[in-house]
């Protein structure tokens, strides 16, 4: 019984990322390709793709890239600042732990493992206390996430229901299950000392109290400067978009990719994801939401591409070469006891 008991969890991690992570991938790549295949002129789609490589939108792709920099940058600093209060690090550690924790990301559903490859930066009786702070800058985003996507929902509800790409209850439904989360979510947030001191009154998790004191050290100063910066991630992950629908031509004002930008990754942070099937799931989430307003399927699709490569392989790339680099990840036990007696 002990054996199965401890298989458990490697035989479901196997069957999503070896079974069904790849049928959702093939299910939604043969889906994404007979949507471009059957969009109206693709000849002059792929031609004016084509072109585009060899046009003065090419400084687009670096700007991208610039971008990308940028955006992991902010991240860096949020987290700098969250995790202040277990053991200040310094911003290009906050860095190097940021792009440490992508290459964790991609191997776990909804991008989890980024928690592991940040806290292989931090001393090691402050890793478990780091998880928790690291929780709290991600509900920021979270946070900045579901908000701009309700405004872009009602801001495109009467498209979304003229187009019937949803109907208008269900759109309802969507619109006031995301704001009451939102409201919960936000009174959560700016609340936190009161879950400290709550779980430090309750006997049986007394013991781990010790893991909230930092959370509970948020004043609402530092917690509205993480929402500020997690804004600014997404400001800059709307210009990247922004920057490759003109590069591959795809015809949308700023107002409306901002919008459909919100609601796509609004929409990516309800469904779960594997990472091997990621790339299909925002291509046809990005065709549906970005395809109300634009025909050219083949240019959503390449710019969603292009910026899931810029802003998630590169980092892991990175990241994983940083991992390489670190001795405390490659040191036995033994030689740590060592160590430590020298």
Not at 52 to 79: C, Q, R, Y
Not at 289 to 310: E, P, Q, R
Not at 315 to 331: D, N, Q, T, V
Request: charged share 15%; hydrophobic share 55%.
């Amino acid at each position: 019984m002990k054996l199965n008991r401890n298989n458990k969890p490697d035989f479901i991690r196997t069957f999503i990322n070896y079974f069904l992570g790849p049928l959702l991938f093939i299910w939604l790549s043969w889906s994404i390709y007979s949507e471009i295949k059957n969009q109206p002129d693709i000849e002059g789609a792929w031609l004016q793709v084509r072109q585009s490589f060899s046009s003065p939108l090419l400084l687009n792709i670096p700007g991208v890239i610039f971008l990308m920099i940028i955006n992991w940058a902010i991240e860096a600093l949020k987290w700098q600042m969250a995790v202040k209060p277990v053991q200040p690090v310094s911003f290009l550690k906050a860095f190097r732990a940021v792009l440490s924790g992508v290459s964790f990301s991609v191997s776990t559903p909804n991008r989890v493992g980024e928690y592991l490859g940040r806290v292989l930066y931090m001393e090691e009786g402050n890793r478990l206390r780091t998880i928790a702070v690291t929780m709290v800058s991600s509900m920021s985003q979270l946070i900045i996430t579901l908000c701009m996507g309700l405004l872009g929902l009602i801001l495109l509800k009467k498209t979304i229901e003229q187009q019937q790409l949803v109907s208008g209850l269900w759109l309802l439904v969507l619109i006031y299950g995301v704001l009451i989360v939102l409201v919960l979510l936000l009174l959560f947030y700016f609340r936190l000392h009161w879950l400290a001191r709550w779980i430090s009154k309750i006997p049986f998790l007394k013991k781990y109290s010790y893991l909230l004191e930092a959370v509970g050290q948020f004043d609402t100063a530092v917690l509205a400067r993480m929402l500020f910066l997690s804004f600014a991630r997404f400001a800059v992950f709307i210009l990247q978009y922004y920057l490759l629908y003109i590069f591959f031509d795809v015809q949308i004002g700023w107002w409306a990719a901002c919008w459909t930008v919100s609601v796509s990754f609004l929409i990516m942070a309800i469904i779960p994801t594997f990472a091997i099937a990621e790339l299909g799931l925002k291509g046809k989430v990005a065709l549906l939401v970005t395809g109300l307003f634009s025909a050219n399927k083949a240019g959503i699709f390449f710019a969603t591409a292009g910026i899931w490569f810029i802003n998630l392989v590169i980092p892991a790339i990175l990241g994983s070469l940083l991992i390489l680099g670190l001795r405390k990840f490659y040191r036995m036990p033994d030689q740590s006891s060592d160590n430590l007696k020298n």
